[in-house]
């Protein structure tokens, strides 16, 4: 059942404007393999070597998905709904579904297409090191404690993803391309936005 994912248009930018710092920090890296979360880091490497390169057009092309799509996930007319995709720079591709009725309404994933696969596990290691210490730093800026793990791990889909409570987002990998879906936050929303996109990469 198609439901509706209602937020302020200050919740939307500022968890677009933190989504966007978060990812910018594994995007600069750091040189080095994560080594906290368990070991689930060296799990997740070893299910992503071998094969995998996706094809550049089909990262251009957001993986195929359509403004169609993005209407049945937010339970709205599809002539309703406006693509307003671009590349952020070279290796990552911006995708976006908006409502023209209502901007706070909106599917938003990334892809990020790196030149190997190897490459590819290293920035989701890089990354979960990168939530561990930002969910320190939220910590030290809000006095609250931090509650839980840094990241939640996701089996069943694409070659590695988590959930990461801190900016809450879905974080996928296939092969050398990783997807983080940002809107709508519904968790359930996001796995069948992610299930669409890593379909259309393979």
Same mark, same amino acid.
């Given at each position: 059942m198609n439901r509706a994912y209602p !937020?302020?248009?200050?919740?939307? /930018?500022?968890?677009?404007?933190?989504?966007?710092?978060?990812?910018?920090?594994? /995007?600069?890296g750091c040189g080095g393999r994560a080594t906290d979360g368990g070991g689930a880091s060296g799990q997740g490497k070893e299910a992503g070597r +071998?094969?995998?390169?996706?094809?550049?057009a089909k990262v251009a092309s957001c993986a195929g998905y359509t403004t169609e799509v993005a209407a049945q996930v937010l339970n709205v007319p599809a002539a309703e709904i406006e693509e307003k995709?671009?590349? /952020?720079?070279?290796?990552?591709?911006?995708?976006?579904?908006?409502?023209?009725?209502?901007?706070?309404?909106?599917v938003e994933f990334s892809l990020r297409r790196d030149d190997?696969?190897?490459?590819?596990?290293? %920035?989701?290691?890089?990354?979960?090191? !990168?939530?561990?210490?930002?969910? +320190?730093?939220?910590a030290d800026v809000t006095g609250e404690?931090?509650? +839980?793990?840094?990241?939640?791990?996701?089996?069943?889909l694409g070659d590695e993803a988590l959930w990461a409570p801190i900016n809450g987002t879905l974080n996928v990998r296939l092969g050398n391309v990783s997807v983080q879906v940002s809107l709508p936050d519904d968790r359930e929303a996001q796995r069948r936005i992610? %299930?669409?996109?890593?379909?259309g990469l393979r």
């Amino acid at each position: 059942m198609n439901r509706a994912y209602p !937020h302020t248009r200050r919740q939307a /930018l500022a968890r677009t404007r933190f989504f966007a710092l978060a990812f910018a920090a594994v /995007l600069v890296g750091c040189g080095g393999r994560a080594t906290d979360g368990g070991g689930a880091s060296g799990q997740g490497k070893e299910a992503g070597r +071998g094969d995998g390169m996706v094809a550049a057009a089909k990262v251009a092309s957001c993986a195929g998905y359509t403004t169609e799509v993005a209407a049945q996930v937010l339970n709205v007319p599809a002539a309703e709904i406006e693509e307003k995709s671009q590349d /952020l720079y070279e290796k990552l591709r911006s995708c976006s579904f908006v409502s023209s009725q209502d901007a706070t309404r909106r599917v938003e994933f990334s892809l990020r297409r790196d030149d190997s696969v190897e490459e590819a596990t290293d %920035e989701m290691d890089v990354f979960r090191s !990168h939530l561990g210490t930002g969910q +320190g730093a939220m910590a030290d800026v809000t006095g609250e404690k931090a509650k +839980g793990a840094p990241y939640e791990e996701v089996p069943g889909l694409g070659d590695e993803a988590l959930w990461a409570p801190i900016n809450g987002t879905l974080n996928v990998r296939l092969g050398n391309v990783s997807v983080q879906v940002s809107l709508p936050d519904d968790r359930e929303a996001q796995r069948r936005i992610a %299930e669409r996109v890593i379909a259309g990469l393979r």
